[in-house]
């Protein structure tokens, strides 16, 4: 059960730093909106990882691993968010 609210916390956490991605590139110059477009790719790829690592961990039978690689994204997301919100 914690692997699979894992997942889905990783997903939904995926999504939205992806969704507050796209509203700061409202009014940005071309250089910043491909910035952000750089930022929003290895945002998926990060979240992608956590959840194919998930479930590659929890096929092997390690349910406690599985979940720390599930979840590591959401950490790795809120740290980042605390650090813009630092400046």
Do not use: D
Request: charged share 5%.
């Amino acid at each position: 059960m914690k692997l699979l609210l894992a997942m889905i916390c990783t997903v939904l956490t995926t999504l939205t730093a992806i969704v507050f991605c796209l509203a700061g590139g409202a009014n940005s110059t071309p250089e910043q909106i491909r910035a952000l477009k750089l930022w929003m790719a290895l945002i998926s790829l990060l979240g992608t990882a956590g959840v194919v690592a998930g479930i590659f961990l929890a096929r092997a039978g390690q349910p406690g691993a599985a979940a720390i690689a599930a979840i590591a994204p959401t950490v790795v997301y809120c740290i980042i968010i605390a650090v813009a919100l630092l400046k």
